[in-house]
């Protein structure tokens, strides 16, 4: 999934602090703004007993997919026989085989729908995407797939649709002018699913209660740092996990984001709601990756979190995540194109 803030890039900086601030593999990590799950994924993979949060659906959905799954479900009842990898290859082959149907995403986020024109999908992909949608409700209604097997199925049509939507990064709007990609049909391609022994969970919540419901011996967080809400940006994203059917408002059809709005992309209220999480958390180790042109100042946070126990910080200079937005709108302190992205390390 292109996403803002995704950390798949910056595993390795992150092996380098887990290894420099010898944080010994295998406790409990939370992860409770995991996003895509890229990071939880890869604490999993490393031996961690994971537990991975988000506000959003379709963050849980990749949560489920990524990291709480321990093995491939079975799609027997679909009339899949194969086991394994194999048997979400022969699924994925079944709803990459249904004709296209006029759904929700046809009539809303396709040039040919009534919604107005948006052109977030191309009228075949669209469709496509409705018909794969219905059958994965339809097929869990009759009960011919499990719950894990409904969210890996969905994680790989989110990762489908998002690899061919017709914008530049979020989908705060959509191109004018096609993208390639976006013309090209979409193709459910399988995720791999990591093995593990350990009992992994993903979970919908906000960061501030789910870190008072966890313990972990690890406590990992990316939260925004900007001010541009995940819920009006990825809004495409979430009805495809909620598969419902909302009004949707404005020329980029943007879903009712009540109750999603973040605090740590809220300039006046992310300093209180880092403090709140920071005070509200007893994990022994803390990393916090955060960049040089967050809403919380540098300062700020070192005040924080060096309140807590022996605070190290890292630095990393990044190639930013870019939208065609931000070459039309935004001004940026570095003209480089460059920023330092941070992880604060606290051992209590
Ligand atoms: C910087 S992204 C995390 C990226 C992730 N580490 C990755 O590699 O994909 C921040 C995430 O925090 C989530 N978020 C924002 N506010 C939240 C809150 N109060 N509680 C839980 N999640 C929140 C957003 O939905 C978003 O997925």
Redesign the pocket.
């Known amino acids: 999934m292109k996403?803002?803030?995704?950390?798949?890039r910056l595993l390795p900086f992150l092996d380098e602090v887990l290894a420099h601030e010898e944080i010994p593999l295998g406790g409990r990590a939370l992860d409770?703004?995991?996003?895509?799950a890229?990071?939880a994924r890869h604490l999993k993979s490393k031996g961690f007993r994971v537990v991975a949060?988000?506000?959003?659906a379709y963050?849980y959905v990749q949560g489920v997919a990524h990291v709480a799954l321990n093995r491939y479900p079975d799609f027997a009842a679909l009339g899949c026989p194969g086991r394994g990898a194999m048997g979400l290859r022969q699924a994925l082959a079944l709803l990459d085989a249904l004709p296209g149907e006029d759904g929700f995403f046809y009539a809303s986020y396709a040039p040919g729908g009534s919604g107005g024109a948006r052109q977030y999908f191309s009228d075949a992909n669209a469709r496509k995407i409705d018909a794969v949608r219905a059958h994965l409700t339809l097929w869990r209604a009759e009960g011919r797939l499990t719950d894990d097997g409904y969210h890996l199925l969905l994680a790989c049509l989110i990762d489908a649709a998002d690899f061919v939507a017709n914008m530049s990064g979020t989908y705060g709007a959509f191109l004018k002018i096609w993208r390639c990609m976006a013309l090209k049909p979409l193709t459910l391609k399988p995720i791999r699913v990591l093995p593990s022994r350990l009992p992994h969970r993903a979970v919908q919540?906000?960061?501030?209660r789910l870190v008072r419901q966890e313990e972990c011996d690890l406590l990992y967080l990316?939260?925004?740092y900007t001010g541009r809400q995940?819920a009006s940006n990825f809004h495409v994203l979430e009805t495809l996990a909620l598969g419902d059917r909302p009004p949707l408002r404005g020329k980029t059809g943007l879903r009712p984001t009540a109750g999603q709005f973040?605090?740590?992309s809220r300039a006046r209220q992310a300093p209180a709601a880092m403090q709140d999480l920071l005070a509200a958390s007893r994990a022994r180790h803390i990393l916090l990756s955060y960049n040089d042109e967050g809403l919380i100042p540098h300062e700020q946070l070192m005040a924080m979190l060096g309140a807590l126990g022996r605070l190290r910080v890292y630095e990393h200079d990044y190639r930013r995540f870019r939208t065609e937005r931000d070459h039309a709108r935004r001004r940026y302190t570095r003209p480089d194109d460059r920023v330092v992205e941070r992880i604060y390390a606290v051992r209590r």
Not at 32 to 36: D, E, Q
Not at 53 to 56: H, I, M, N, R, S
Not at 205 to 208: E, F, G, L, R
């Open positions: 996403y803002i803030g995704n950390k798949t409770p703004f995991s996003g895509t890229a990071v949060g988000d506000l959003q963050a919540s906000d960061a501030n990316d939260p925004p995940y973040s605090a740590f």
